[in-house]
């Protein structure tokens, strides 16, 4: 990936700061002890794991030969014998792995080594110019031949090494000034590059005001400048060949971005597991047991991974507890698959019901995983990977079902005792309320002779067979609550054989008559 940087000023200002920090820090993939007992690795621990030195990074180192180059440092050496002096050691100590272009640049461009492996790449400081003689300095005709070189690379990293002590001076070159559209083409062409893997920029400055960020920063996003000076340049060389280093640290750890813990059951009859097994467990009632295995398989292909597992009852049924799994975290190797030897305990108990009956019995157990890893504090700090992330384990599951009696709850039948004892007691009260307390006398007059009989009102019903004259009828006599009235019914035997009876009913207020069927009938109080 290409990112940029800020102005050449700002940047030399710093220079030396971020080149202690990126040392102290970033530096390095070769500069930790392995010995350290601490419970973090140190990015050195973590580059051997990952092999780093058999994953391959491209570098094309362009050296400035213009004939200010020629300048003498504190040593008495010239800049460009030391340039030649500090590459050779640069280019000894890199991985076999390891690809290497050299690029000598002034008024022209010369590809000294094409890109090949570093061991053929040794001697090639010896093919560089033996002066720097040039009148004119264009690095970015040396930055053009240096995306030639990287357009058939295909290692996951790859670094372009621009030592100079000038600013741009190409007068009769396309690159004549930063800012033109061959420059904007040049970042276009540098950006391509590293849409699928990571070119970084190294600017080695050997003097000062060689504008070298704003040489970079015009093709690469984020070029990193090293402290200027010659005197410095092994350490700049080493730092850059560390950064690089953990660059491939860094590109392969992106493999395992994302990767987590896969959780599967099975009930020991199949291999192969899945993430949510269903289990029949009959129609026996009391407590139970059901033994599965757990397989938890580390989806990363490089970083270890730290698994905390825990279970509980999933579904909203009875409680479901588990015995077997792990009572602390694991580490799991990449790709490490371990099984476990699970118990599950419960009650399969008879359910409430209003009836007897079977009822369905269903609850679950639900198994998931904390996942972290040892290498993270270091791949996001030392190593400088922020975005490092791990995946949350999708959580395995045992349904359990089956049948349970269904029978009445305890409370169900004192309830009904209640409910039928307490209608009956509010129908007797109903009753009472609408059915008043009779009294007084009932007098039926037969209505054509006079003739009259008493009878005495009492309870809440009157019934009775009444004779009186020609007079032959039953009445039914009740009380209406509250309102100061009888109800009143009856039925008159008829006169005549075969003629129908009369039915009649109404009402005689208390203390006054009415007529009902053709028959009398009043009230009179006992008063």
């Not at 530096?27 to 580059?47: F, K, N, Q, R, T």
């Not at 504008?211 to 000076?229: E, F, K, N, Q, Y």
Request: aromatic content about 4%; hydrophobic content about 40%.
């Amino acid at each position: 990936m290409i990112t940029s940087v800020p102005s050449a000023p700002r940047v030399r200002a710093s220079a030396t700061a971020l080149f202690l920090a990126a040392a102290l820090l970033l530096g390095a993939c070769g500069s930790a002890s392995a010995d350290d007992a601490s419970a973090v690795p140190s990015p050195d621990d973590i580059c051997r794991s990952l092999h780093v030195d058999d994953v391959p990074a491209s570098y094309v180192v362009l050296v400035d030969t213009s004939s200010s180059m020629q300048d003498r440092g504190p040593d008495g050496a010239t800049q460009y014998d030391t340039v030649k002096k500090r590459l050779r050691t640069f280019l000894a100590g890199l991985a076999p792995s390891d690809q290497v272009a050299l690029v000598s640049f002034g008024r022209s461009v010369g590809v000294v080594h094409p890109l090949g492996p570093a061991a053929g790449a040794r001697n090639a400081v010896d093919d560089l110019p033996a002066r720097a003689t040039e009148t004119a300095s264009d690095p970015g005709s040396a930055l053009e031949t240096a995306a030639d070189q990287l357009r058939d690379s295909r290692t996951p990293v790859a670094a372009v090494l621009l030592l100079t002590d000038g600013a741009v001076n190409a007068p009769d070159s396309d690159y004549a000034e930063l800012g033109s559209p061959s420059w904007r083409r040049l970042g276009a062409r540098y950006r391509a590059l590293g849409a699928d893997r990571t070119v970084v920029g190294y600017g080695l400055p050997l003097a000062d005001d060689t504008h070298v960020s704003d040489i970079l920063g015009a093709v690469v996003a984020t070029p990193r400048i090293l402290p200027v000076g010659a005197a410095a340049l092994g350490t700049q060389l080493n730092s850059a060949k560390d950064r690089v280093r953990t660059d491939k640290a860094v590109s392969t750890l992106r493999d395992d971005a994302g990767a987590g813990v896969r959780l599967a059951v099975t009930d020991g009859t199949s291999g192969t597991g899945t993430d949510a097994l269903d289990l029949g467990t009959g129609d026996r009632e009391g407590a139970r047991r059901q033994t599965v295995r757990l397989t938890v398989t580390s989806t990363a292909r490089h970083v270890p991974l730290r698994v905390r597992l825990r279970a509980g009852t999933d579904g909203g049924g009875p409680a479901v507890t588990s015995v077997g799994l792990p009572d602390r975290a694991v580490t799991l190797a990449p790709g490490e698959r371990r099984s476990y030897r699970l118990t599950l305990l419960w009650h399969q108990d008879p359910r409430a019901a209003l009836a007897p009956a079977t009822e369905d019995f269903e609850t679950g157990l639900a198994v998931s995983a904390e996942v972290t890893s040892p290498w993270t504090p270091t791949v996001r700090g030392a190593l400088g990977y922020p975005g490092f992330r791990l995946a949350a384990a999708a959580p395995a599951r045992v349904r359990l079902h089956g049948q349970v009696p269904g029978t009445p709850p305890g409370w169900l039948y004192p309830a009904l005792t209640v409910l039928v004892l307490g209608g009956i007691l509010a129908g007797a009260l109903v009753y009472r309320r609408r059915n008043p307390l009779l009294s007084g006398t009932l007098v039926v007059t037969d209505l054509r002779s006079g003739d009259r009989v008493h009878h005495a009102l009492g309870g809440r019903l009157f019934t009775k067979d009444v004779e009186v004259a020609q007079v032959r009828a039953r009445v039914k006599v009740r009380g209406r609550a509250g309102r100061g009235v009888l109800a009143v019914e009856c039925v008159r035997e008829p006169l005549r054989a075969n003629a129908p009876r009369l039915a009649d009913s109404g009402e005689c207020e208390l203390g006054k008559s009415t007529v009902l069927c053709g028959i009398g009938f009043s009230h009179t109080s006992d008063r």
